[in-house]
């Protein structure tokens, strides 16, 4: 299976600016997920990134508030913009790979 | 769409005790089935999957078998340990991957 490497690990940061966090892939894979964690919650997916062409995003998400890029088939980067808190969870990034999905190890927001 | 229903915890049990976790799920298609395990503070890890009916994962003593008659995907362990105490996730895979609401189990010694 692919490994990710996800960071930042954890941040805090304070309510109206912006964090971005980014994933980079030890393969090259075609579809990339975002998912938000928030406290005592399960996943829930953000958006589909696939490389050279705009990210399709879930209902309840959108790209002003959360834009992503994918510039490679081995990396993609989540922002997370104008922060509140309640935009403190956890966020993940996800592969698919030809053995199944692949998850970073996530990072942990806290906004205050 | 697809969607994962998962039973409700909190779920404490005494060690050795068996486990069981209730997954049911809905989809269009064929999906793939997977629990994923959550240990306190970490990420989330792969525990077993099955990718068609009838099939079994196995994983460090869990077990799951896709039903589809029933649309299940339940979890069971025989004899749960202190260690085992996790946040399990139930997820389908189609077009993305859906994940149930988590069930936290607690292991007493």
């Known amino acids: 299976s692919a490994v990710i490497s996800q960071k930042p690990s954890r941040d805090i940061c304070q309510r109206g600016t912006s964090l971005t966090i980014q994933c980079q892939v030890d393969s090259q894979v075609t579809m990339m997920f975002w998912y938000r964690q928030q406290p005592g919650q399960s996943l829930t997916l953000i958006a589909t990134?696939?490389?050279?062409?705009?990210?399709?995003?879930e209902s309840g998400f959108v790209i002003d508030k959360f834009p992503i890029s994918r510039p490679n088939l081995t990396f993609s980067t989540l922002t997370v913009s104008n922060m509140s808190p309640e935009d403190s969870s956890i966020y993940l990034c996800?592969?698919?790979?030809?053995?199944?999905?692949?998850f970073g190890s996530g990072t942990r927001l806290t906004v205050v | 769409g697809d969607s994962v229903t998962q039973m409700e915890g909190p779920v404490t049990l005494s060690e050795e005790a068996f486990l069981t976790i209730n997954c049911t799920y809905t989809a269009t298609g064929y999906p793939s089935l997977f629990w994923y395990v959550q240990y306190p503070g970490e990420g989330l890890q792969l525990l077993l999957k099955?990718?068609?009916?009838?099939d079994k994962g196995s994983n460090k003593g869990f077990e799951a078998t896709y039903r589809k008659e029933t649309t299940s995907f339940h979890l069971e362990k025989g004899s749960v340990q202190v260690s085992d105490s996790a946040v399990y996730f139930c997820a389908l895979s189609g077009n993305d991957m859906r994940f149930g609401a988590g069930t936290r189990l607690t292991v007493k010694p």
């Open positions: 990134a696939n490389q050279g062409s705009e990210a399709t995003y």
């Open positions: 996800s592969e698919q790979g030809p053995r199944g999905y692949t």
């Open positions: 099955a990718t068609k009916a009838d």
